[in-house]
């Protein structure tokens, strides 16, 4: 049973598995994300949310995801290498996840019962959707794919207030 953010193991972009218990006390945004959409340009967005408020305590958990109109073919190493040249991404990057589905990533499964969307609906509707994360590892928010980084950024900075 998993009762918090940090009872679930991920594996980063370069293979390692990694639980997310070492982010215990921190704020943290959750993102699936993919190369080729729409909303890619929402990486710089990203980012500097995470440069302005990183040392307050923010991680960012970038999850690539090819479920979109498969708008994130390249492999785990071509992402990676995509998302540091024309973004300059810092935060950490996982491998890629299915969000959706039967092969649905356990952390989302969890994240979607957590944080249902518009009219009770769990199922993720595009790239870019976010899940904004507690220092005590529960969901405080869902945010659409169409929500900016930029404005989140009041309820991220509220949260990180709280010590």
Known sequence: MYNSIYDFEVTDITGNTVNLSRY????????????????????????????????????????????????????????NQFCQLNYGVSFPMFAKVAVNGPDTHPLYQWLKQQAPGFLGSQAIKWNFSKFLITRDGKVAGRFAPTTKPAAIETQLSELLALK
């Open 24 to 79: 215990k006390g921190k704020v943290l945004l959750i993102v699936n994300t993919a190369s080729k959409c729409g909303f890619t340009p929402q990486y710089a967005g990203l980012e500097q949310l995470y440069q302005t408020y990183a040392a307050q305590g923010l991680v960012i958990l970038g999850f690539p995801c090819n479920q979109f109109g498969s708008q994130e073919p390249g492999s785990n190493e071509q992402i």
